[in-house]
């Protein structure tokens, strides 16, 4: 079982920056790819990006490659978002999720994750 906590979140103006944290409780954290997804009000929750368990492999989303970076830090149990020149679309809810899968290429599947954290909200005024 683990457990997890997103933490950053805030309001930011259009250019600005914001680093998300997601901290898990429980064992083998480096056992799990981690992924981040996003929820906007009134739409599907989508994949921002992910990170391999080891943390030597990230996989980012088009709309947000350049701007954000995922990393981890296993001893401390966390994974993290770094998100620069931030735009309006990138206003929703941030989830971070732990998945035991290893495939990449269903990393951005939300059904692929098996622990969500409550979400953090980021809003980018312009």
């Known amino acids: 079982q683990v457990q997890l906590a997103e933490s950053g979140g805030g309001l930011v103006q259009v250019g600005g920056s914001l680093r998300l944290s997601c901290i898990a409780s429980?064992?083998?954290?480096?056992?799990?790819?981690m992924g981040w997804f996003r929820q906007a009000s009134g739409k599907e929750r989508e994949f921002v990006g992910a990170?391999?368990?080891?943390?030597?492999?990230?996989y980012n989303v088009p709309s947000v490659k350049g701007r954000f970076t995922i990393s981890r830090d296993n001893p401390k149990n966390a994974v993290y978002l770094q998100m620069n020149s931030l735009k309006p679309e990138d206003t929703a809810v941030y989830y971070c999720?732990?998945?035991?899968?290893?495939?990449?290429?269903?990393?951005?599947?939300?059904?692929?994750?098996?622990?969500w954290g409550q979400g953090t909200q980021v809003t980018v005024s312009s």
């Open positions: 999720a732990a998945s035991v899968g290893v495939l990449p290429q269903n990393f951005g599947l939300v059904n692929y994750y098996n622990y």
């Open positions: 429980g064992r083998s954290f480096s056992s799990y790819a």
């Open positions: 990170i391999s368990r080891s943390g030597t492999t990230t």
